[in-house]
């Protein structure tokens, strides 16, 4: 499928669905597909994000994945509170790239085309780029500060290993790039080739724990995954914001799109989003499958998160504490590039 026809699926979607209920304010695309145009080949490994813009001040749990059309959809509900301010979108990392550019579905009252026009004008001037690299430093540190050891284990690693990733969206930020999800640690590279950074990148992988980690080694955990994966999908019952990232629908990302990258070269970039789906899948079967059947998964979670080098709260917790240390220096370099940035607007 074209992104084009993805796209058309999804206001389709909108008009038809969202764009006639009370409160609804507007509705656009997000993630890591806005970039691309109209007549580019959608990856089986991708979906299309929509932004469902609702007058409520606490927006409803996240639809999540869906099929429409043949187009795998994501939506997500956003509060009109969270897009009020020009100056608190221009400083959030994750919403303001998606008004980088025009994006909007639907837009009743015009306030979404505006709101774009003028975080467009001034994305790339400086002290908005270092207030979003600010803003997603921030979030690793306050991420790794808080955490619960009293969390059973699928809990403790995923409140570990989100912050962990946010510091490859330091770098992605100030290179003027999309904070992707599954790929953060791709692009990151990518990033820091460009600026000759380079160094630091086996730093951010050790810091997740798999720098040295063997692509068969790599491919065994996915294949682990995988049986995971369809054992949670089965038992699925209890709603979270993730849930239908376990489900058939989105297994290709999940499962395909790691795959893809470990037979392409990246087995170690790859390790990311394998360990937040094993721990996500970990919670469903918590909540919803039998004691047997968790017992039978449990061991190559482990393995897993001992491959990383945590094995224990104590090792979890040091391993947060090294990274807090480590900011400094990623601030550095998220520094450095911000200053020979050529698409940064100094005024």
Known sequence: ?????????????????VGKKAGFRGAFFSGSTIGLPDD????????????????????????????YRDALLEVTYLS???????????????????FRTDTIIADPAGYLGRLQTEVSRRFAEQVWVR???????QKVEHGLQNIDTGLPLHDKITSWLFPTGVTTHVLLVAALRNPTVRRRYLMAQDVLRQYEQSGLYEELLKRLGCVHMTA?????HLEELARTFDAAAAAAKTPFFFSTDISAAARPIAIDGSRELIRSGYHREAVFWIVATFARCHKILAADAPADLQREHIPAFEALIADLGISSDRDLLRRAEDIIQFLPRLWETAEAILSSNPGILRR
């Not at 992104?3 to 909108?14: D, I, L, T």
């Open 131 to 137: 207030r979003r690299c600010e803003n997603a430093l």
């Open 40 to 67: 580019a080949v959608l990856p089986a490994t991708s979906d299309i994000d929509v932004m469902v813009v609702i007058e409520d001040a606490e927006p409803l749990m996240k639809l999540g994945k869906f099929v």
């Open 80 to 98: 009109w509170d969270q897009l009020a301010s020009v100056e608190e979108v221009l400083t959030s990392y994750h919403l303001a790239g998606s």
């Open 216 to 220: 068969q080694r790599v491919e065994h």
């Open 1 to 17: 499928m074209r992104v084009g026809s993805a796209r058309k699926a999804a206001s389709a979607w909108v008009l038809e669905h």
